[in-house]
């Protein structure tokens, strides 16, 4: 499976994007997809994530409220909407896919897979 990531770009806060997570040439079972990041000089943090098949999700305090994840199963694209976007959002957003059930998905080694990364700046 192979995970593409898209949608980032430049804005100001307070404005909005919406991030996708295509997963071609799929030959695994997906349990759950998730969005993580990683700013400059920092670690990779969890976004959120979203389970493939009921459509739980979870999501990092700093974004509840403000992010949205989603899933079309039809398309095998995830989808991140972010509004309200701040400076410290600024980060390059990853997906990840993980095939096995796993009780924490805020881990960033559960995941098997991983997308490339779309940049994500946001102006003040």
């Known amino acids: 499976v192979q995970l593409q990531a898209s949608g980032g770009g430049l804005v100001q806060a307070g404005d909005s994007l919406r991030l996708s997570c295509l997963a071609s040439?799929?030959?695994?079972?997906?349990?759950?997809v998730a969005w993580f990041r990683q700013a400059p000089g920092k670690e990779r943090e969890f976004v959120s994530a979203?389970?493939?098949?009921?459509?739980?999700?979870w999501y990092a305090d700093f974004v509840k409220g403000r992010f949205t994840i989603s899933r079309d199963t039809a398309k095998d694209t995830t989808y991140l909407q972010m509004n309200g976007l701040k400076p410290e959002d600024t980060a390059i957003y990853y997906c990840?896919?993980?095939?096995?059930?796993?009780?924490?998905?805020?881990?960033?080694?559960?995941?098997?897979?991983w997308g490339q990364g779309t940049q994500v700046t946001v102006s003040s």
């Open positions: 990840a896919l993980d095939k096995d059930w796993a009780i924490n998905r805020d881990i960033s080694s559960v995941y098997g897979y």
């Open positions: 040439d799929r030959t695994v079972s997906i349990d759950a």
């Open positions: 979203i389970r493939w098949g009921s459509g739980r999700t």
